[in-house]
């Protein structure tokens, strides 16, 4: 199987900013152990501006575009070192892919990012892709990684789009608050009842919440791939999503 894992930060980061060693370690194994099963993985990774933060010691999330940019940058070399060296251990070649929404409106440089994907699949590498936030300015940003995550898998044909959060999957309503929450595990299409079920909250550090999780799933099962959303917290649940075991929310591919 072809497969996008997007993690976002709330499962690579302690509420610091600093790096989840323990967490980032075991997500590295599994999915070196899926690629030596044979499956191609994409790692859609978020982290670059919660680990800036960490690394430079800032109070918070900035919300000024220049340092949410300058942690962006510092902050993506980390991730890059982490996961070249942890990946690396299980004899496996990382490489880093920075993407704009320009990179995605334009055809021409569409198909270039796809074209580098697929050689790099091909020489048996695992592509890591970011957006490009030292760069990506109002205009061009894509904005989130679950949209970018979703947008690579439809351009890849991927079979599977893995979010990993710190959800469990989406529930009939807000579990923090409303303890009859029930977890959905198959959603065979995206309904208006769906669409109302989602809140709007986003995490500390990271930028997503339900509502573009939910925008993802148009957009990847659209394509005809599967995506499911499930919690991070344990990493070795990539391996019963892999197989199909009833874990997080699937959202089944229009076939
Ligand atoms: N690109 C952002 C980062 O690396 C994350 C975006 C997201 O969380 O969706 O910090």
């Not at 590295?28 to 859609?44: F, R, Y």
Request: net charge negative; charged share 25%.
């Amino acid at each position: 199987m072809r497969i996008v894992i997007k993690i976002g930060t709330s499962t690579l980061a302690h509420k610091t900013g600093r790096i989840n060693i323990r967490r980032v370690e075991e997500l590295c194994k599994v999915m070196s152990d899926l690629k030596n099963a044979g499956h191609e993985i994409i790692l859609v990774s978020s982290g670059a501006i919660g680990m800036g933060v960490g690394k430079l010691s800032l109070s918070g999330k900035p919300t000024d575009i220049p340092t949410k940019q300058a942690a962006a940058a510092v902050g993506q070399c980390e991730l890059m070192y982490v996961y070249d060296k942890l990946f690396s251990e299980y004899n496996h070649t990382v490489a880093q892919i920075l993407i704009t929404g320009a990179d995605i409106e334009q055809t021409e440089r569409r198909t270039n990012f796809e074209n580098t994907i697929l050689r790099l699949l091909e020489l048996g590498v695992i592509p890591v892709l970011n957006e490009n936030d030292s760069i990506a300015t109002e205009e061009i940003v894509i904005g989130d990684n679950d949209t970018l995550g979703a947008i690579v898998a439809a351009t890849l044909k991927a079979d599977l789009l893995i979010i990993l959060s710190d959800i469990d999957g989406l529930f009939t309503a807000d579990p923090h608050s409303d303890k009859n929450a029930e977890l959905l595990h198959t959603v065979k299409e995206i309904t208006g009842e769906i669409e109302e079920m989602v809140g709007d909250a986003v995490g500390e550090l990271g930028t997503g919440g339900m509502y573009t999780k939910i925008n993802a799933a148009k957009i990847a099962t659209k394509s005809g791939t599967d995506m499911v959303i499930a919690n991070g917290k344990e990493p070795k649940i990539l391996y019963d999503i892999v197989d199909g075991k009833e874990v997080g929310t699937r959202f089944l591919g229009k076939r």
